[in-house]
């Protein structure tokens, strides 16, 4: 039996691939979310309460932990993170089971390299540095972790990231597309059904426990690029793609926070920002999905979900 923490596009993932492998899946949110499945069992918990996590972990084989701050701001990060994983890895220490996590590239010091499992992860300052924060807390804790890092999310179930709700409904919808910085510039997209398979593999693989490794992730690359992908999954014409220009975020961001959060990450979007997974693939046993896969998989969860909303 297995405990995830939250039911957004990774937990959601996680649980449904371990309950269509046939394990008991326990999936842990304040409002009683996640997959629709026979060996799920969706329980109302709050997990960054000590006494009703340490209750649902009873039993379990490993824990993973795909909960999020409630708002994509450093503060809300800074207030809530931290102590969230505190109690999660508190718990899977008494309960002697390993802690996994999916893990952003945000970390990484030097960006503007091909990014590794063995790359520095000294980053500073807003939300990079909290991530920094949480990998040392997670190193230090006695609890056996994992850290599992990914690209930008797109796949099924992710809705809000670049790759998502900023383009396909667009794409499907003939509309343009805006991208952020610069639509051609190569970027890692991390396929949320390859960063859950490699969460999956890596609880079961103790010599792998307390060491921070990488989603198996394709080639980079660029904003129109991904957008193509989708057309040609979805059998309609190539969208315009413009970019909006990252002095029109860093403006906006003085009278906005959440642009002013927005353009801190904008490093990744006018620069190549590109990893590197061919080290965990190996050890992990896994390839990343084939593109043309992933986007008529993508394509089809969107064109399902409309259905269900009209």
């Not at 991208?179 to 991390?190: R, V, W």
């Not at 620069?271 to 046993?285: C, E, K, N, T, Y």
Request: charged share 20%.
């Amino acid at each position: 039996m297995y405990i995830v923490t939250g039911a957004g596009p990774v937990g959601y993932t996680v649980a449904e691939q371990l309950a269509e492998q046939g394990h008991e899946v326990r999936v842990l949110t304040r409002s009683g979310s996640g997959p629709d499945h026979p060996l799920v069992e969706r329980m109302r918990v709050d997990a960054s309460d000590p006494d009703q996590l340490a209750r649902a972990v009873g039993g379990a084989s490993a824990v993973f932990h795909c909960i999020h701050g409630s708002a994509y701001r450093a503060a809300a990060w800074a207030a809530e993170l931290p102590q969230a994983e505190q109690v999660v890895m508190d718990a899977a220490a008494a309960a002697g089971v390993v802690v996994v996590f999916p893990e952003s590239l945000y970390s990484y010091s030097k960006p503007d390299q091909v990014m590794t499992e063995s790359s520095p992860r000294e980053a500073s300052g807003g939300k990079r540095g909290i991530r920094v924060q949480l990998l040392k807390a997670r190193e230090a804790h006695k609890a056996n972790t994992v850290s599992v890092v990914a690209g930008d999310f797109y796949g099924p179930q992710v809705k809000m990231a670049h790759a998502g709700e900023r383009m396909v409904p667009l794409v499907l919808a003939g509309k343009q597309i805006q991208a952020i910085g610069s639509a051609d510039q190569p970027h890692s997209f991390t396929y949320v059904p390859d960063l859950a398979a490699a969460m999956i593999a890596a609880a079961l693989k103790p010599g792998l426990w307390n060491s921070v490794l990488h989603a198996p992730t394709g080639q980079p690359m660029t904003q129109r690029e991904v957008a193509e992908a989708y057309a040609d999954a979805a059998g309609v014409s190539v969208p315009k793609v413009s970019a909006v220009p990252g002095w029109v975020l860093r403006v906006a961001g003085v009278f906005s926070i959440d642009m002013r959060e927005l353009a801190e990450m904008l490093y990744q979007f006018e620069r190549p920002f590109v990893m590197d997974s061919a080290a965990s693939q190996r050890i992990l046993g896994l390839q990343p999905t084939p593109l043309v896969d992933a986007a008529a998989a993508t394509v089809s969860w969107w064109r399902d979900a409309a259905r269900q909303a009209a």
